[in-house]
């Protein structure tokens, strides 16, 4: 069954009510157990759009385990599937030897796992668990290599016409063409025992020992298998999905839009598990995709800067998991971790606030529950902005990081007490700022007052810079510090006019000139983080130094 949410009350109550009562009406025997799936090819570094099929699966498994249902969540890793997809970092003519194989006989070419497969797999499972999402992994290469589809795969070859029929269903009545196809069709994928390749083409199968003969077409090797014993091969997609619904009694999977049409994937698999396998069909929920800026939904051909790894690496857990309970499945999400990213963690603070204030409904209580679900969270709350201005100042020192943001706020303990209570934050951060180098390090101080950029300001914008460094020995807030740089320059105009009211524009000229000024004067540039939360981390020391100019004493 295709399900999409119609939104009248929080999105997983809906599903999970849902689904009990299609279970219900389709006497779904789970023996006690309901099992939620998900799962994917390991065939390319993984982007982080996948990240909300297998969300949605966990957030309706740990819903149901709340209303006392025993529940299984399973990961089908389909890593015994062919390798075709060149990865961003490559060219086919690098990868040639490998195509057709097994993902689990390409090697890694990083050379840091035993095949290409594992790399990948190993990579999106360490973002799952970091997300506090703890599937079942199943891997398809053990599932056919052991021989526990054995069954099913002579089964569906018993059973090839009728595959066929559902497969091609649109097609009737059959042209003489399709009727040759039918003759010659075989639901299978085998890998040729000679080069390895998925080109071996099933020409015969034999009922009474089980053993199918091939021809690979890449190669010209003919040569045999039995299914009960060293095949290599499998179903091909769809009624490998029909056999897994079957096989494993799914109850639950959420699935892209573009598998649920009435031609797609799901639509056939349905088919083929009711009618050749006797299983039933899951309740499927439709989701929609994940979008950056300009591109509607996020794939592997973004490159690197799409990854999942990454994703996780400059999000916290929590701020994941919000943005994937906050929206409905079935409405897309665009997330921007470029420029971005600094309104992710603005409105999730906006958010926490919200929740900690007791001004949140009912509804984001329960989110707020959800994303904080055994996830590592940031225990003391600094703006994401404010941690990366201090690790730019401390060159990515998290010790001295921790050490400039101690000074700027009222936290209660040590030093260290403060670097573990924002680990998470601290990590994101420093992975944004020097795993990824999405932005250039705007706070490099400079060693020597810059005398040049001093002359070249004006007598009024010296005065103005004369009063705040003398002032904000005294300050240690970062809001007293920004009314300190907003006031002073009021108050060198008001000495020079009778006014008691500054002339506006004059005053803008000064202050952006003060602003300009003093980035000159500490980091040698027109512009860098801003300004007040920078004078805030700043050693007091350092003025004397860098601003010695400014007669304030």
């Not at 795993?435 to 060693?447: G, M, S, W």
């Amino acid at each position: 069954m295709i399900y999409e949410l119609k939104n009248k009350t929080f999105w997983i109550d809906e599903a999970v009510e849902n689904l009990l009562e299609y279970m219900k009406e389709q006497k779904m025997d789970t023996d006690g157990l309901i099992t939620c799936a998900a799962g994917m090819t390991p065939s390319c570094p993984i982007h982080f759009g996948i990240l909300r099929e297998i969300a949605v699966s966990s957030f309706i498994a740990d819903e149901l385990r709340s209303r006392g249902y025993r529940v299984r969540l399973v990961y089908y890793w389909d890593d015994y599937d062919h390798f075709c997809k060149i990865p961003f970092y490559t060219t086919k003519e690098a990868v040639e030897p490998y195509l057709g194989k097994t993902l689990r006989e390409v090697p890694d070419f990083s050379g840091n796992y035993n095949s290409y497969g594992e790399h990948y797999m190993h990579s999106f499972e360490l973002c799952l668990h970091r997300c506090g999402f703890i599937p079942d992994y199943d891997y398809q290469s053990v599932k056919y290599t052991s021989g526990y589809y054995k069954k099913y795969i002579v089964h569906a070859i018993e059973k090839r016409f009728e595959i066929f029929d559902i497969i091609n269903a649109a097609k009737k009545p059959y042209s003489k063409e399709v009727l040759e196809q039918r003759e010659a069709f075989y639901p299978l994928e085998v890998y040729c025992a000679e080069c390895g390749r998925d080109s071996a083409k099933t020409v015969s199968f034999d009922k009474e020992t089980t053993t199918i003969k091939y021809v690979c077409q890449k190669c010209g090797h003919e040569g045999s298998y039995n299914i009960f014993s060293g095949f290599k091969g499998k179903l091909i997609w769809k009624a490998n999905w029909a056999l897994r619904w079957s096989d494993d009694c799914v109850n639950f999977e959420s699935s892209g839009e573009n598998q649920l049409t009435d031609t797609g994937s799901y639509s056939v698999a349905t088919k083929i598990a009711s009618e050749i396998f006797g299983g039933k069909t899951p309740f499927s929920l439709l989701y929609r995709f994940i979008g950056i800026p300009g591109v509607s939904k996020v794939s592997r051909a973004l490159g690197k800067s799409a990854l999942a790894s990454r994703f996780c690496d400059v999000l916290e857990p929590p701020v994941i998991r919000w943005l994937l309970v906050k929206t409905p499945p079935n409405k897309p999400i665009t997330i921007d971790i470029e420029a971005g990213i600094f309104r992710i963690y603005h409105e999730w603070d906006m958010f926490c606030n919200k929740i900690h204030s007791g001004e949140a409904s009912d509804t984001e209580m329960r989110i707020w529950k959800i994303a904080a679900n055994s996830v590592a969270i940031s225990q003391t709350v600094i703006p994401f902005k404010i941690i990366t201005t201090a690790l730019t100042i401390a060159n990515g020192d998290k010790k001295l990081a921790s050490q400039l943001l101690y000074k700027i706020t009222d936290f209660d303990g040590s030093v260290e007490d403060l670097k573990h209570r924002i680990a998470p934050r601290l990590e994101a951060a420093h992975n944004w700022l020097y795993k990824y180098n999405n932005v250039k390090n705007e706070a490099q101080l400079l060693t020597e007052f810059n005398q040049i950029a001093w002359d070249s300001l004006s007598e009024n914008c010296r005065k103005t810079i004369c009063i705040i460094t003398r002032d904000i020995f005294n300050l240690k807030k970062e809001s007293e510090i920004n009314e300190l740089l907003h006031n002073a320059p009021k108050q060198v105009l008001a000495e020079n006019c009778d006014d008691s009211l500054p002339d506006e524009q004059a005053l803008s000229a000064l202050q952006k000139e003060v602003f300009v000024g003093m980035y000159r004067l500490l980091l040698g540039s027109d512009r860098g983080p801003k300004l007040a939360t920078l004078l805030a981390l700043l050693d007091k020391s350092i003025f004397r130094t860098l601003l010695r100019g400014a007669q304030y004493e």
